[in-house]
């Protein structure tokens, strides 16, 4: 029985403070994962020593338990939803010219895409998202599967340009959780956010909203899960004939976002003054 399970088992036996205590924790399963005592306290308007208690009601001895069987319960659920899925489903070709005719059609797609995409571009947006990313004092790139290719990419240059710069693995909750809690309104919060969506992705985004940071969101769509917490957003076409996603364009928004970083620290980037950069969020 998992901790959903459990909860809903001993609902009907609860108080009605335990009883709003546990609608707070069904409604929002994958915030507990990356939630302090203090900020789930916040959040019920219970003390911790009644959050204690409901921990004790529903069969784990402390908070920490209980964070684990929603981190388990969560991890299960990325299995579930958030499986790898590479491949457009579609009817298999067998014949050659068949094949070759597949292949010119996304050729013509990925250029019609191309040309879309640069047509239409707002440069003053990668502009804006350029100078988000000049006065954060650190930068945290969150990636999840095929997203880490243009994380590290952008971690790369990052590194190049002197920023301090660090990659959030979000497929482990226990290292995300650690450096979500060290976030400072003075970061920058980068989200990669591709098709099929990393389950807790809306999760971590509001958690990382609620220390202030900036949030800027790199991803296909306004429907995007983080783009209700980002104040910069950058969109890119990604869907193909054959994958969910192309990394075409995401790159080439990626180096335009790069580019303009060079351009306006100029020749002198490496004697940016960092003194006042804080520490890495692990030495804290």
């Known amino acids: 029985m998992d901790v959903i399970q459990r909860i809903h088992s001993l609902y009907p036996e609860m108080t009605k403070k335990q009883k709003s205590i546990a609608d707070y924790l069904l409604e929002f399963p994958e915030d507990i994962s990356y939630i302090t005592l203090a900020q789930l306290s916040r959040a019920t308007s219970s003390s911790e020593l009644t959050l204690l208690r409901f921990c004790q009601k529903v069969g784990y001895p402390n908070f920490l338990e209980l964070k684990n069987a929603f981190r388990e319960y969560t991890q299960n659920m990325v299995k579930l939803l958030s499986s ?164 075409n364009l995401p790159m080439a928004l990626a180096n335009l976002l790069l580019s303009y970083l060079v351009i306006d620290l100029g020749p002198d980037y490496r004697s940016r003054d960092l003194s006042n950069a804080p520490s890495s969020p692990s030495a804290k």
Request: proline fraction near 4%; include cysteine; glycine fraction near 2%.
């Open 84 to 247: 790898p899925q590479y491949f457009v489903p579609d009817t298999t070709i067998t014949d050659a010219d068949g094949k070759s005719e597949l292949l010119r059609q996304i050729c013509r797609e990925e250029a019609d895409a191309s040309r879309e995409f640069f047509s239409s571009l707002d440069l003053l947006s990668i502009i804006s998202a350029a100078e988000a990313v000049r006065k954060a004092k650190r930068i945290f790139i969150c990636a999840h599967d095929i997203s880490h290719i243009l994380a590290e990419f952008l971690l790369a240059r990052l590194k190049l340009l002197y920023f301090d710069a660090y990659l959030i693995e979000l497929g482990d909750l226990s290292d995300t959780e650690d450096k979500l809690d060290k976030l400072t309104p003075d970061d920058l919060v980068i989200f990669i956010a591709f098709p099929k969506y990393y389950y807790p992705l809306s999760s971590i985004a509001k958690n990382a909203f609620s220390h202030g940071s900036v949030i800027l969101t790199i991803t296909d769509s306004i429907s995007s899960p983080t783009v209700q917490y980002s104040k910069h957003i950058l969109l890119c076409h990604t869907a193909t004939r054959v994958f969910y996603n192309s990394l």
